[in-house]
């Protein structure tokens, strides 16, 4: 069986000889480097580096690694951050009436394409309940019209803590969630259905066609307290031409939007996103 391995994310100020400070921590530890990429971002001044190496014979101290590791980060003046392979996340899933992107997921968590447990879908709908049983999801069903925002939002950070949710995925969520909970809770990915920052808000296919547009696309990013402005994970896109009406871009956006979603939080789950100045480094 394979040993999982070690990522290291470390973001700090840009100088001469940060790779080989970083590599040869590794080695003097007795790792073995499997991946490595490194940019810098001269414009800020940083330098952002992803290594993941494996321990082949010796036994994996977590507390011991952080405690070595970070005062090498306090030298280089960084900020850093420690995950391990095997690691396996509790993940919510918000949704509406649009199941496109919710079956999608569901199915690549099925076939372990993508790491991570779904025991938790929220949703305004009732509509459904039905994939999450099959799924094997527990579903909550919340009245948003029902009750206060304050109430529902208070209700949903219960589950979330209850159900110990590390992500919360936007799977076609048709609400938009308030500043306080995101302050309360900010670990959250949306699939928005266009091709960002073009057509944001309600309704981006058919502004998209009344504009004659020869390209239509998919965004996931980052949610912000800034509708449609977080930062950028992942965007898909599709050829559109005269002969589609809306009808045909809500069909060709739909299959965007199912890619552009799974490929970001297969990049979030394997720890390759870096965040910073409102922006995002991707190491795929």
Not at 44 to 73: C, H, M, T
Not at 171 to 185: T, V, W
């Amino acid at each position: 069986m394979e040993r999982p391995s070690i990522i290291f994310r470390t973001v700090c100020p840009d100088r001469s000889g940060l790779v080989s400070q970083l590599t040869s921590w590794i080695s003097n530890y007795g790792g073995n480097i499997k991946h490595s990429d490194h940019h810098t971002d001269q414009e800020a001044g940083l330098f952002l580096s992803r290594i993941e190496w494996n321990l082949n014979d010796l036994p994996i101290n977590k507390v011991e690694i952080y405690e070595q590791f970070e005062k090498n980060a306090i030298d280089i003046n960084g900020q850093f951050n420690i995950n391990y392979s095997d690691e396996i996340p509790n993940v919510g899933i918000f949704v509406s009436k649009q199941n496109h992107c919710l079956i999608d997921l569901l199915w690549r968590v099925r076939n372990g394409e993508l790491k991570m447990n779904v025991p938790l879908i929220i949703s305004n709908h009732p509509d459904l309940e039905e994939i999450a049983k099959d799924f094997n999801a527990q579903f909550v069903y919340i009245d948003n019209l029902k009750y206060s925002k304050s109430t529902v939002e208070n209700q949903i950070l219960n589950l979330l803590n209850d159900f110990d949710i590390e992500l919360v995925v936007l799977a076609k969520y048709m609400q938009i969630l308030s500043d306080s909970f995101l302050k309360s809770y900010s670990s959250i990915i949306n699939i928005h259905h266009s091709f960002l920052p073009a057509f944001k808000g309600a309704q981006p296919y058919h502004r998209a066609w009344k504009r004659g547009v020869k390209l239509i696309g998919a965004t996931a990013h980052y949610v912000t307290q800034d509708l449609d402005e977080g930062p950028i994970i992942e965007q898909c896109t599709v050829n559109v031409s005269h002969r589609d009406e809306v009808a045909d871009l809500i069909r060709k956006g739909r299959d965007t939007e199912r890619i552009a979603l799974a490929r970001a939080v297969r990049l979030h789950l394997n720890h390759q996103i870096f965040v910073y100045d409102s922006k995002t480094a991707v190491f795929d």
